[in-house]
């Protein structure tokens, strides 16, 4: 992150990209000058003219941008794989965390984020399903800012917090926020704070910052997806036309309402979270903290995620530590259409 005003607000963006790519409402979170700069050519990973769905599942890469200065051409700050299974009605969201260690083309280790930076989209892609080993179908990136505009907008998101947190903003041109465990819900201001704490959790003795981070996350795009399917497949339909403009994807807006409602159309869909590998390190001979690369894991993840299988047994292929009963590695809600 180039900036502290930056740092204050990176994750904002990817909370509701997350929550309104589950239900195919890409659309909140980008300034209206990155809306404008949404064109065909961004388009042509896939056949973006096609306003129908063709397949019984699609896996889509959800970045956020975080970019502030005009000049900067932002990091992917949080990067996630979402597999929509039309057939079971289910959305399956996959972390991939922004450290995950890659090779640059000059030899040297890099993190992911820094590896994607400015480069097109099919380049991002290919990285991502490197690691991962899903094959992208679709893509969406998401800027500033725009979450707390969503949330206030639907009155507020409910959130079960897993620990107490201390955000503090770096640019310390706002006071401390304090947020205590359990129910609440949260209007637009602190949704946008609570999606980017990290080191509060550390700061209580809490291991694995980014894990927690990334967890309420998750959850509360699932809350946000509720919300959004309150109205049923119409209400989610006016969501998306309401915001639209905002995100630049490659998915046209009438194949995004097509796989809202037939996502919906059974009246529930369950929702699911998980992460790959996040346990990083700073290792011998190198000088940066990388997650490292598990092969073995990721295959085992992604085979679980289109095929249907346990994702409890996939997710704990990885070598790394277990999940608590708070902060579970794979979290399934149902979310009610109407």
């Known amino acids: 992150m180039a900036t502290k005003t930056k740092s204050s607000r990176a994750v904002l963006a990817i909370l509701t990209a997350c929550a309104l790519v589950a ?17 065909t050519a961004e388009m042509s990973v896939n056949d973006a003219s096609k306003q129908s769905i063709d397949a019984d599942a699609y896996n889509i890469l959800v970045l956020g941008n975080d970019q502030w200065e005009s000049t900067d051409p932002g990091h992917p700050d949080m990067i996630c794989v979402m597999h929509v299974d039309f057939k079971n009605h289910k959305a399956t969201l996959v972390s991939v965390p922004r450290d995950t260690r890659v ?14 930076t400015g480069k097109p989209y099919d380049q991002q892609i290919a990285l991502v399903e490197g690691i991962t080993g899903l094959k992208i179908d679709y893509y969406a990136e998401i800027g500033f ?158 085979d679980a995620v289109t095929n249907g299988g346990d994702l409890n047994v996939a997710i704990n292929a990885f070598e790394q530590p277990e999940f608590t009963e708070t902060t579970p590695g794979v979290l399934a809600t149902t979310v009610k259409v109407g």
């Not at 239900?23 to 700069?37: I, T």
């Open 23 to 39: 239900m195919f409402a890409m659309v909140a979170c980008s300034s209206p000058k990155a809306s404008s700069e949404s064109t």
């Open 103 to 116: 090779t640059s083309a000059n030899g040297s280790p890099n993190k992911l984020m820094w590896e994607m």
């Open 145 to 302: 800012p725009g979450l707390e505009k969503l949330v206030d907008g639907l009155g507020g998101v409910p959130m079960n917090l897993p620990y107490d947190c201390v955000y503090s903003f770096y640019t310390h041109d706002y006071p401390d926020d304090t947020f205590k465990a359990g129910e609440q819900v949260l209007n637009g201001f602190r949704a946008m704070e609570i999606s980017r704490a990290r080191t509060g959790y550390g700061d209580q003795g809490i291991e694995n910052e980014d894990m927690v981070r990334q967890f309420v996350c998750r959850q509360m795009f699932t809350s946000l997806m509720q919300l959004a399917y309150k109205g049923g497949t119409a209400g989610a339909e006016d969501v998306l036309r309401s915001y639209q403009g905002n995100v630049k994807t490659n998915i046209p807006l009438e194949t995004q309402i097509a796989m809202a409602k037939k996502l919906g159309e059974t009246g529930s869909i369950e929702v699911i979270g998980t992460t790959g590998p996040f346990l990083g390190d700073v290792a011998d001979g190198e000088e940066i903290w990388l997650v490292q690369t598990d092969a073995a894991g990721w295959a085992a993840m992604a």
